[in-house]
Each structure stands twice: as structure tokens, then as C-alpha cells.
DNA sequence: CGTTAATTTGAGACCATTCAATTTCGGTGG
DNA sequence: CCACCGAAATTGAATGGTCTCAAATTAACG
């Protein structure tokens, strides 16, 4: 794979935000990075880890997840091709969750001592990637909504509005019809429900014509309809900055 | 109030996790800022905003919310003096959530212009804040699995460990007993709860001789037995970078 | 000391969970 | 191309944690 398919994506979604000169580009091109692959479920991070590189995902999805001691599972964001799986991980010594593979990846790994320095050397990249850690934490919170205050039906709804909106702007799918790698458990872990509930949640929503699931093939029906069902306003995603 | 002191809970939070020159601070000083005064529940920022200036909290306790369309609140954080409110508005154009005051409160107002241009001069300071950042990220994630897989119990038991771990490591206090500005019903926003379960989950914790809480003061009675309960690993705090 | 906010209590209803079993799907080897 | 297998999805029924609604009590504050 050529350099420029490898950040393809990560530099047009960089590019609707702010402007990146063709030597930000080339300087970001020009880093230490190498192409790894993972398996699905493989796991990058793991919570207590303390990590020397940056992975950038490249093909693939991937999701961020925490354990409690019950042994439960929250799912706390999923990833798409062009987005940095571990910012935080550029600052902060030991990570505080896991990162997995929601199917086979190939991840661009950078040392993120090289990652800083460029950072430092390039305001546009260090913009980039501050405004990129912003908008992963507007999620987060966006999140805690979900799970906080939301019915099931709410919840996944608004969860598949989110995932389309945001793969919709990365220019990956027309986000009507796409490839959906995500089992009901894993809505159900991201949610905060139980698998059984989930699915009978999804029944709901495709008998309301709002969309239709399967085979791994999400189709929005209705997306007017299920961004009510929803209460989406993708303000948070801050598409337009 | 001095200088120094407006500042001094911010300077005290940063020199644990990084090395910030007297030049640094007194840049910082030097930042065209103002204090401003704000009564119980007065809004700083509202969703939608376009804010020209960035928040630090001098004197008393503040919270992040977001309404949902049924009308239900969520609380996504607490803050307490030194903390930067709106880290998110010096590069996202649109708040995409509201800050308010939960008791009256002092704000050092700084524009926004400014803080950014000091840190583009200061790698120090630009450091500290994109620290910063990271770290709110880390705690909304665990908010997300707060409300997202633990029950009632658990849930508060972690919310009271997470707000007596961050005053203990800020030094407003000495983490076993505490004024505890915050009702019932904010509780149950925070914990995605009702007022009415929230009241009977305390008591139960009351029974248990874990914590006392009463005219707005509380006393951890057993900080282990209470940090079990509420599965609370404080790691995700980055306390030590 | 009055007035409003905050906390507390009770009881019934419901949304979501739990547990267990069945069916369907996706991938693999014969 | 079909048989097989484990994973994923689906269904049923009973349980339960949390909510809802309403009222009473207590605390906060001017």
C-alpha cells in the first residue's frame, strides 16, 4: 500500500476541519510509522499498559472498552478507518481502558515520541490532533447521555444515527446502506443492555420500517424517522468544527 | 484577590504532573483575565454558544449538563476550583453541551485568543492543557461505564470515591469529610437515576456505615468498603501523569 | 417564623434482566 | 455443493431493579 492511501482518510477528515499544507502532509507522511495487522478481537492497548506508539487506523473498525469487576463490558466508542485510536496515550503514561479490533485491522503505528515531536515542530498537526482528542471526548459525553438518560429504543437508534453520521462525513459509505460488523452484543455492550433486550429492541425498530439489519448489512430506512427515535443532533460530532 | 491566589489551585494541580517555569506561571498571570462572579445555578456556557472565552474555576463547584428532548437531565462532570471548564471551546466553535454553577461561584475569564496564542508560545503550558483535556476524556469514559453497567449502588458509591479522590489530590480537602454542595437530584442526573431511587440507594449506604451525609457535609466513614462498592480503581484520574 | 426547596416514605407498575432453549447464520472441510 | 459446526440471533417466561406518582416530613433561608 502507498503512503498517501495509508492517511488518505485521516487527512480528509483533516482536511473539512482545517487547512494542512502539502508539507504538513509530507512531514506527517514522512514519520517512522509501519503497517501491523490485527486479527479480529485482537486487542492494541490494554488497560495498565504503558505504550510507546500511536496507532492510526487504516482499514478496519475497531472499539474502545473498559471492564468492571463483574466482569460486565462497556463499550465506550467504535472507530473508524482514518481516526487515531489512542491520543491519549501521546500524553498520558498508563492507559486507562482497552482498545480492540471490532474486525481485522491494519493499524499505521507511529512511536508517539516521533508523533510529539512533529506535533511540536507543525501547529497545523498539533491542531489537528488536539482538535481530534476534543471531539473524541464530545462523544464521550454524548455517551454518558446515552446510557444515562435514554430508553433501549432511544439508545440504539441513537447509536446507529451516530455511527452513520460519522461514516457519512468520513466519505467511507453514502451512509444509507452499509457494512455493519457489529454483533447485538456488542450494541448491547455499547448501550448498556443485555443482548436479549437489544435484539428485541432492533425487532422493534425494523418493524417500524426505520431500518433494516442483517447478514451484517445496516440499510436506513427512515433516517428522519430514526433520528427522532433517536433524539440525534449530530452537533456533537462537530463535523463543521 | 491576588494574583497568585486566583490562580494557586491551578498551579498546584499542574506542577503535580509536569515542571512549569516561574516564566510559565507568570505568563499565565500576565493573560488579559478577569474575575467574574457567577450565583448557584448560573449558566457559563449553553449548548449551541459560540464562546470567545475560556472559564477557570477560582472559588467554589461547577457541572457539566445536557438536556434530552423528554426533558431529563444528564450531569457528564463535576469541577471543582482550579479546573479548566471549557477546555472544549478554545478550538470547537459551538459548546455542544451547558456548564453551570452548582454553588456561587468565581471564575477567572480569559479569551480565548489569548490562551491560545500563550500556548502556542509556551510548550509548557499548551502541554498542561492538552493534559488536561486527555484527562476530562478519561473521566467521562468512566462515566460512560458508570451509568452504563453498575447498578444503583455502585453507581453513586463511585461517584462519591471519583469526587473525594479528585479534592484529596487537589488539596481543597482532605478527602474524609467535605462540603458536599450537591442535591439528591443532581446525584440522580449524574448517575442516570431517579431522585427517588438515589435517596434510598444513599440510605443504604448510610446503613452500611460507609458514608454519613447530612446539611451538605459528608463524611467517608470507610473508604475501602466504599471504593469496593463502587468498583472505583482511581487509575482513570491520572493523579500521577 | 414562614415559605420554598430538599429529603423521605409507600405502593404499584413497568422496563429491562435473567435463564434457558431454539433457530438461523457464516464459515469450513469433505 | 452439501454437511457440519460454533457463533450469533431469536423466542419464551418469570423475576427484579428501578421508576412513577403522590404524599409527608424535614431542612434551608430570608
Known sequence: MSDQLS??????????????????????????????????DGYLIREGDRPTVCNILVQGFAFRQKLVTSGARQIISFHIPGELLDLQNLFLE?????????????????????????????????RAIFLDSLIDAAVFREWVVNVGRRNARQRIAHLLC??????????????????????????????????????????????????????????????????????FNERYLHHSV
Open 162 to 231: 451516530e455511527l452513520t453520521a460519522r461514516l457519512r462525513a468520513s466519505g467511507v459509505s453514502d451512509g444509507s446502506v452499509y457494512d455493519f460488523p457489529i454483533t447485538q452484543e456488542q450494541i448491547a455492550d455499547a448501550t448498556g443492555m443485555t443482548p436479549v433486550h437489544t435484539n428485541r429492541t432492533l425487532q422493534s425498530l425494523r418493524r417500524d420500517g426505520l431500518i433494516s439489519l442483517s447478514s451484517n448489512l445496516l440499510r436506513i430506512l427512515q433516517w428522519e424517522g430514526l433520528s427522532e427515535v433517536g433524539d
Open 7 to 40: 492517511f488518505e482518510a485521516l487527512f480528509r477528515r483533516w482536511s473539512r476541519k482545517l487547512t494542512l499544507s502539502a508539507e504538513d502532509r509530507a512531514a506527517f507522511v514522512a514519520l517512522p510509522w509501519t503497517l501491523r495487522s490485527f486479527p479480529r
Open 94 to 126: 498508563t492507559a486507562d481502558h482497552n482498545v480492540q479490533c471490532l474486525t481485522r485491522c491494519v493499524m499505521a503505528v507511529v512511536p508517539r515520541r516521533a508523533l510529539q515531536e512533529l506535533m511540536t515542530e507543525r501547529p497545523a498537526i498539533r
